[in-house]
């Protein structure tokens, strides 16, 4: 696996490539190569709709399969197969890793590429900084009609992704000398031209053109972190289920935007907590082996690091099955085809014709307002256990006016970024003690379960008392927090 990170150019069959000696230590090539590519994807060209790429290359030094899925402009990740004899079937972990996208549909040969490459590398000894590709190419449509396309680019593509200012200037220089950037993302997409997923059309400056823009972007966020998810990345669960909740989130406070979203938020819902149960152990499992890493080793008594650690990773693991069970279902199918066809085709509100700055300004007010009321009533509950739960409900009412104000944040500028760090304040604190709650009766659980087995329970007091130290300093912590952060959002509302 790696991060693809390039700049591409398209340029007249005649183009001279200019001297780029001075750029690097040295400039070694040209080496040519013959490269024969099939690409697979969905008759209807669902992969190629999102910027992902998969196909079965032979020929140069990196013959195999290859996905590339998109993380940003001109940055794509890329994962790689070796090469297999059949060319019918797609490996079964890349296949996996679309299903997304293809929500059953079959994988099959939409194009095929012939390129003659002519590669320079700019090095500095013997590190590899920048890898030029000079492709004359032959394309194929492979579904109907076997149209056929030819043409010339120049690839830039960083080796080492800290030279990036390298890749600016090798960019600067082929300009000057005739190249033009393609508009094209890849070859794929300059041959099909792959119609991008449909988004509504409403009125320039409208909240409802804000609004649908917002929660494109986090569809899109939704479905990049799906393929990560099911390898397992680092921090994967995390931004899928804060995609999850940015989306259910917008969904709830623009509802007088775009309507009828009920069943959709109830399933985004649902996506959330099985992801929740993997990213909660997860967090639980390092807070512990932070703690127990901070004690003398003896205050560690018994097979605390074991239960802490082992166990906990055990059932860690048994929710990412469920997660992949869950993300190969067809209920998850059925929530993405929801999401694309409220995108395509929303049931819009009374406020959606509206300014943006004039009605979305209002809705973060409304928001910030549920925050206050939330902590009103809470604060006249006496019972300690019903007012934990009320505390609760001001901290998803913070996250919620968080999630508001920086969807808006690029219409309504800085006021809502800083009404976002506002809010933010306010989540973190109330999460602190939360957290610390949530760890103490953890802790507890684990103590009788060692308790059961004969096991000495002395450090899981210690920690239990730690814990509860950090949930009491930040609960004294809020009504300071809470005083500062009301006095400077209502100079900005």
Known sequence: MGIEIEDKFDVPRDYALPDLNDLATDVIGPKSYQLVALYYDTPDLRLAARGVTLRRRRGGDDAGWHLKLPKAKGVRQEIAVPLTRTTRAVPPELAELVRAYTRGAELEVVAELDTRRSVTVLREGETRLLELADDNVKAIDRREGGRVLRWREVEAELIDENQRTLLAKVGKRLRKSGAEPSEAASKLAKLLRPAPPPLARCEPGSAGEVVLAYLASQVDALLSQDPRVRRAEDDAVHQMRVACRRLRSALKAFKTVVTG?????????????????????????????ERLAGLPPELIVGPVQERL??????????????IKDTLSGERYYTLLNDLDALLAGPTLGKAAPMPAKERLAAIAADNWSRVTKAYDRARTVEDPERRETAMHDVRKAAKRARYTAEALSPTLGKDMVKLAGRAEDIQEVLGAHQDGVVAQETLIEEAERARRAGEDTFTYGLLVGIERDLAARAHDDFPEVWAETVKAVEKLL
Do not use: H, M, P
């Not at 009920?262 to 909660?280: K, T």
């Open 309 to 322: 650690g082992a166990d906990l990773l055990a059932r860690e693991r048994d929710a990412y099955e469920r």
């Open 261 to 289: 979203t009920e069943q959709v938020q109830d399933e985004l819902r649902r996506l959330g907590d099985v992801l929740g149960e993997a990213r909660d152990l997860e967090v639980i499992r390092a807070r512990f082996g």
